[in-house]
Structure formats: C-alpha cells, structure tokens
C-alpha cells in the first residue's frame, strides 16, 4: 500500500466571501494527514505521480509529465503544493527498524551493506543474544542521503536471506 501525505487547503484557495462562507487565516499552521493512495481521487494521485517522474528525470517538463499521466495542468497545478510521496515528506529524518534475524553468519553484515549501498547511513546498531536461533536487532538510520525510498529500502531487506522481520518502530 502506497502512502501519501496531504495538506489542507490553503487560505489563498478560499477567500473570504459572505456567500462560501469560508473564514480561514493565512497564519493557520498547516496540518498534515497520511491517506491511503486507493482512497484518494484519480486527480490527487496522478498528480503525484507527475512530481515523481519529474523528481527521477522520467519526464522534463512538466507538459510532458502531465501528458505521460493523463491529467490536466490546471489539476497538476491545483494539488501539487499539497500532495506529496510519503517517502518524499519523509526523507531527511531518522528511522529506527526493528529486525528479526536467524542464527546465521553474515546476516547482519550483508543488512549493513544494503543499507549502505543505498546510502543510509547508520547511527546506532543493537542486536541482542540469539534465543532458539532468533536475533532481534535495530538499527537506526539517518535518510537524507538515500538515493531511493525507504519503502524501496525496506523491501531490499527483507529480500536478504535469514531475515525474518523488517518493520519501522519509530522515526524522528
């Protein structure tokens, strides 16, 4: 499932009229919700998608990206200061994994490789005493420098032989 983060309108978008009925103020700070993508209108997240392709260099311009995803400029232009990839709001920050390896030599090592080759770069590691051939470990990760996303990241993870479990348990 893929995540979204979305922004309230915004003051500009409504002006003060007795007839809408709309009172907002441009000093409201904004707030932030996390939507599920099948939730969201076809509007929104193609407009996404065109700040995706723009961002990793699939599409040059704008009208080309607009026409590649199939939606208006005026719609593009109407979200794209609200709608953002969840991995793209979230880049710049700590994440915390927890992890539940096997028993097994080089699992660790090759999970610190991966992180690595992505360009995370880590802070802080604890692996506990292996229990009837299970490790839990976690890891901290400082993001702003990874070249893909985190979801990205963890699916690498959890591809890697004696791994169990990769989930985020915390972020800051």
Request: glycine share 6%; no cysteine; hydrophobic share 40%.
């Amino acid at each position: 499932m893929v995540y979204f983060y979305l922004s309230p309108p915004r003051a500009e978008d409504y002006p003060r009229t007795r007839d809408r009925g709309v009172v907002m103020n441009k000093n409201d700070e904004k707030k932030y919700y996390i939507v599920a993508q099948d939730i969201l209108p076809e509007a929104i997240r193609k407009t996404a998608e065109v700040k995706e392709l723009l961002i990793r260099g699939e599409a040059s311009t704008i009208n080309a990206a607009v026409d590649k995803v199939g939606i208006s400029r005026s719609a593009f232009y109407k979200y794209r200061d609200g709608v953002f990839a969840f991995h793209r709001a979230d880049h710049d920050k700590v994440i915390t994994l927890s992890l539940l390896l096997e028993h097994k030599a080089g699992v660790l090592s090759t999970i610190l490789n991966t992180i690595a080759a992505e360009q995370g770069n880590i802070l802080t590691i604890n692996q506990g005493i292996p229990l009837q051939g299970l490790a839990n470990a976690a890891i901290s990760i400082d993001t702003s420098g990874m070249q893909v996303s985190i979801e990205t990241m963890l699916r690498a993870l959890n591809l890697i032989r004696g791994v169990n479990k990769v989930e985020v348990i915390g972020e800051s």
